[in-house]
């Protein structure tokens, strides 16, 4: 079926019958002044009035009557004008924004989502481009294996593109060609062209391929060439087709990330002087890797390229200027006497050599196919070509050889939030069609942790009952932020880690431009500081208005006065709905504020009781591979290795209970340690210091797949925290049967009770409590049964999904039958919203330089920790120390100031929340 979108409007026929200047009672005229002049071709009215003088009256009468229109027409004019205008913007809105709603209302309205039939399949891939040894490289874009649960299509599509894809080809195989066309064509950015420039192709097959993609979709441009002139000249040939304001280029036989075009576009977008970008690229085919390098190599890239061309550009890298299609001669073409390869190479230098750089989004976006490995070695080994292709380029760009220092940079800028959303006009386009209710999640990050493994469970949830999900996380800065990334692959591809491609002064603006582009109905928000900040933007400026609900899982007095529940109350007026892990929860939330009881619903975070089943066969495999005899005691820790979670407290208990064993001779016992964090190291050398290697096994971070094996073979999991909801942990442990142990804080008693395990009031109690359950096997037996039973019968993850769905419905159905809440802000205080949400952007900037300078402060002490011993028995190394003791205290310095700073803005929004709040 063909695709056509059509931009242009006529009148039907019942239209064009009717028009005013086909009636056969009246004449157009025109006078010399340009006044119209409407006049009556009879003048015979007596027909249609009766009574004596009727005839006069009436035309007395109708006689004032064009006087007074005649003399008011510009009014009347005015008046129809601006109704109609009014008309037409109503409608646009009903158009936009009822069917969105009505998706939602129509979807609670039925009891289909309760029978858990999603026609939408879960990943059974993924690639992770953290463990890329052991990544899954036939785990493409479009493989059958990968996740299909969200549908990216419009029917609203701008009449002039965006984003230019040019495609160049010259007989590459249909096949290849159709798995880069799928790539593109299931974009989540759908505002593109794809000009397919066909290089003197011979290949019958293809051919007949290219002519079918024409008449299938109108977003198609094909470039004929009658003979084959090479690749840097066929980019040329699409390059003078170009329109859009970015352009992309991409080799026939690659691939692309379903996000990738979006991520780029935005990238570019809000990046002032960043001229160009690009993702990491994955080899696949022949041979398979990961290649992380970028742009911001540098300089290297006179010795060698370093990436693929599969690179977005700004228009002004190629036109004198964005607004015409003048090309710039100094600036722009590809050379195409490289027609042998290095096009590409040539290419970057040469917009370096003219002032253009470009920066790497850090996370896969093209997968480059690879031929075999003598076509490789050919084009990339061959160093004789290599080195006179590198002559060549020295003579073409003498300035950047002899004074590199002076390119390959990008300017630095002085970035504000821009708080006029005029600037991008985003919220208008690439507004993506929708047949199921949508849901946007706002986390902090995508690592190890209970709260995390709830919002993989929930969203799981979400797309068995018929969701369509997309996740922006907000605070994420490294790789141990995205541990569980791929797990969440598994399930939407419409994910967005914004700090890859985007400054936290855009973050706003672009949070509009998601709500509006998926027609967002319900925006779910956990433990996020800058998402909670954000919501009186999002609720006052962005013009989508969706559902506001967010789940919090424990108090935290020792952090910002109560942690996420205080944001959580602070902000209740922009949120619709509060969840919340326990009842304890919900109780410290009318103890802190005057919530309402409908408002707020008690949700426990449950665990799917058939996922983690006890495994003997994989109890046996991990105890042979660890050493560990079968009827020995395994104590399980996992958590992240901070202060809060006391994983030394852990290592001190183990190597007392160590000690009264004897050293091990009356009973032995194991521990498995499972986690990552800034304690990790401390935790490495403490077990190797005091001896205890071959006791504690440190496992680092475990895959959560994997999770449920290593309960397997626990016997009592021990958390020690000195803060927690209910735990995660202890729900997987429980449905296993794996004893929990911990302290009686928050609601751990709402699940944990006295026959399925202990809660204690002293931490002083550990030490005898872990002696006792080890030395008793028949007691855990007992208790291990209940807690397997106590998780089946009230904890089942399908209760917990449907629940939640119906909170969200029975909320959603009650905001509609209510008046619209009238806005917070009047006009006159908008500009204390504004100041608001920047102070929380300057404190954000502030946090994360302190967060940078902690991690440095704290590997500058473990080397100096660590070393300390050997420093003082080698006096060579006395001046390493000082240096090394210097530098910790200048950084000490430097934290100080950071946090000073930090106070401040904190101090600067409370006032600014008090101002606001008081009127």
Request: charged share 25%; with cysteine.
């Amino acid at each position: 079926m063909k695709l056509k979108y059509d931009y242009n409007y006529s009148l039907s026929d019942d239209e064009s019958n009717n028009n005013i200047l086909d009636d056969e009672s009246y004449r157009l005229d025109i006078e010399e002044n340009n006044k119209l002049l409407f006049n009556r071709k009879s003048s015979n009215y007596n027909n249609y009035s009766s009574g004596p003088n009727s005839s006069n009256r009436s035309v007395n009468d109708k006689s004032k009557w064009y006087k007074f229109m005649r003399k008011n027409r510009f009014y009347l004019v005015v008046s129809l004008f601006l109704f109609a205008l009014f008309s037409f913007i109503l409608l646009l809105v009903i158009l936009k924004f009822g069917n969105s709603d009505k998706v939602f209302s129509s979807y609670c309205k039925s009891t289909q989502h309760r029978n858990n039939q999603n026609l939408l399949k879960l990943g059974k891939c993924w690639l992770n481009y953290l463990d890329v040894k052991n990544g899954d490289y036939s785990c493409t874009p479009v493989s059958e294996k990968r996740v299909d649960t969200y549908q990216y299509y419009t029917t609203q599509l701008m009449s002039t593109p965006l984003v230019d894809i040019i495609v160049p080809l010259y007989n590459t195989p249909v096949y290849q060609l159709e798995e880069c066309m799928e790539s593109l064509l299931e974009q989540s950015f759908q505002q593109f062209r794809i000009i397919l420039v066909n290089d003197g192709s011979n290949n019958s097959l293809t051919n007949e391929y290219i002519q079918s993609l024409k008449e299938t979709d109108d977003r198609f441009l094909v470039v004929e060439l009658e003979t084959n002139q090479g690749l840097p000249n066929a980019r040329n040939q699409g390059l003078l087709k170009s329109t859009a304001p970015f352009i992309l280029f991409i080799d026939s036989d690659d691939l692309l990330e379903p996000t990738s075009v979006e991520k780029m576009y935005w990238k570019l977008l809000t990046s002032e002087k960043v001229y160009f970008t690009k993702g990491h690229t994955i080899g696949f085919q022949a041979f398979n890797y990961t290649w992380k390098k970028g742009f911001e190599e540098n300089q290297v890239f006179l010795k060698e390229n370093q990436i693929t061309i599969t690179t977005m550009f700004k228009r002004v890298v190629f036109y004198n200027n964005s607004s015409n299609y003048k090309l710039n001669e100094t600036v722009l073409m590809f050379d195409s006497s490289f027609r042998d390869g290095m096009e590409d190479w040539d290419f970057y230098l040469n917009c370096a050599s003219n002032g253009y750089w470009g920066e790497t989004i850090p996370e896969p976006m093209d997968w480059y196919r690879r031929k075999d490995q003598l076509t490789f070695e050919k084009d990339w080994k061959n160093h004789a070509k290599k080195e006179h292709i590198q002559t060549i380029l020295k003579s073409k760009y003498p300035d950047l050889y002899n004074q590199p220092d002076n390119y390959f940079r990008i300017p630095s800028t002085t970035e504000s939030f821009y708080i006029h959303q005029n600037e991008y006009k985003y919220e208008s386009i690439n507004v993506l069609s929708k047949d199921k209710p949508r849901i946007l999640f706002i986390l902090p990050w995508l690592s190890t942790g209970g709260a995390d493994k709830f919002n993989l469970n929930l969203c799981r949830q979400l797309i068995e009952l018929g969701w369509e999900i997309t996740i922006v996380t907000t605070e994420a800065q490294n790789e141990i932020s995205y541990h569980w990334l791929s797990q969440f692959q598994l399930i939407t591809s419409d994910i967005f880690i914004v700090n890859n491609f985007i400054t936290i002064n855009h973050v706003p603006n672009f949070m509009c431009y998601l709500l509006s582009s998926r027609s967002i109905d319900v925006v779910f928000l956990s433990n996020s500081e800058l998402g909670y900040q954000m919501l009186p933007w999002i609720s006052e400026t962005c013009s989508s208005k969706p559902l506001i609900v967010d789940y919090n899982h424990m108090e935290e007095e020792y952090w910002k006065n109560g942690g996420y529940p205080r944001y959580s109350i602070a902000y209740s007026q922009y949120i619709n709905h509060h969840f919340v892990s326990s009842k304890y929860l919900s109780n410290y939330y009318k103890s802190k504020s005057h919530v309402n009881n409908d408002k707020l619903l008690v949700q426990y975070i449950n665990i799917n009781s058939e996922e983690f089943k006890f495994n003997n066969t994989i109890r046996e495999e991990i105890k042979t591979r660890y050493a560990i005899p079968m009827d020995q005691v395994v104590i399980l820790y996992a958590a992240r290795m901070v202060e809060q979670k006391q994983p030394m407290l852990l290592l001190d208990l183990v190597n007392q209970l160590y000690q009264q064993s004897n050293n091990g001779e009356n009973f032995r016992f194991s521990v498995f340690l499972v986690g990552d964090g800034p304690l990790k190291s401390k935790v490495d050398e403490y077990v190797h210091r005091n001896g205890l290697s071959d006791l504690v096994k440190v496992l680092g971070d475990v895959p959560p797949e994997d999770m449920k094996n290593v309960l397997s073979a626990s016997d009592i999991v021990f958390l020690p925290s000195k803060m927690e909801g209910i735990s995660m942990l202890f729900y997987e442990a429980m449905s296993i049967g794996v004893i929990p142990v911990g302290l009686n804080i928050s609601g751990q008693s709402e699940l944990v009770t006295n026959n399925t395990g202990y809660l204690l009031n002293n931490e002083s109690d550990y030490l005898k409590i872990l002696k006792y359950l080890i030395e008793n096997p028949k007691h855990r037996k007992e208790l291990s049964i209940q807690c397997r039973k106590r998780i089946e019968s009230l904890f089942s993850v399908d209760i917990m999904g449907k629940s939640i769905v119906d909170s969200m419905c029975l909320c959603n159905k009650n905001r509609k039958e209510n008046l619209i809440r009238p806005s917070k802000f009047s006009s006159h205080n908008q500009p204390i919203l504004k100041e608001m949400v920047m102070q929380s952007l300057e404190y954000h900037k502030v946090e994360r330089e302190n967060s940078k300078l902690w991690q440095t402060v704290n590997r500058q002490s473990i080397i100096i920790e660590n070393d300390i011993e050997q420093h003082n028995n080698s006096p060579a190394k006395t001046e390493e120390i000082l240096e090394l003791t210097n530098k910790i205290q200048q950084l000490e310095r430097a934290l100080e100031i950071q946090t000073n700073e930090y106070q401040t803005y904190l101090k600067e929004t409370e006032k600014l929340y008090n101002k606001f709040t008081n009127q």
